[in-house]
């Protein structure tokens, strides 16, 4: 399998990813939104919006890795933030830089980061949906 990050001539380069992700295989996996628990069910970082987000991209590899794929099989993220502003920005990326040093990953597939007024449970702060493709 193979994905292509490419960022066209004509569009901005944004640092957090790339806009155009071009994939070659057989199969479609979509990962249902992820949210900041653990694998008993407890959340990860009350309060903390870095810490849930690492936790939620965590929680996204460990469901690519149950169907055989990694992070860098990621051709889309789309992302949901409870009261977002610009100004939490560098949290998030907090996260992200986090998750991608345990995953030893550079996670940087497009994107779209939406704000929410609230999610399942108070005490999750963003939830991360991904779209793979995999041989």
Known sequence: ???TLVNPEGLPEVGAYRQVAVASGSRLVFVAGQVSWDADGVTVGEG???AQVEQCYLN?????A?????FDDVVKLTV?????TPDKMPQFMDGVSRAAAKLGTSPVPPGTLLGAAAL??????VEIEA???LD
């Open 60 to 64: 996204v590899a460990t469901a690519l």
């Open 48 to 50: 903390d919006l870095a």
């Open 131 to 133: 779209t793979a493709v």
């Open 120 to 125: 399942d449970v108070p005490e999750h702060l």
């Open 66 to 70: 149950g169907v055989g794929g990694t």
């Open 80 to 84: 949901h933030v409870v009261d977002w």
């Open 1 to 3: 399998m193979s994905i």
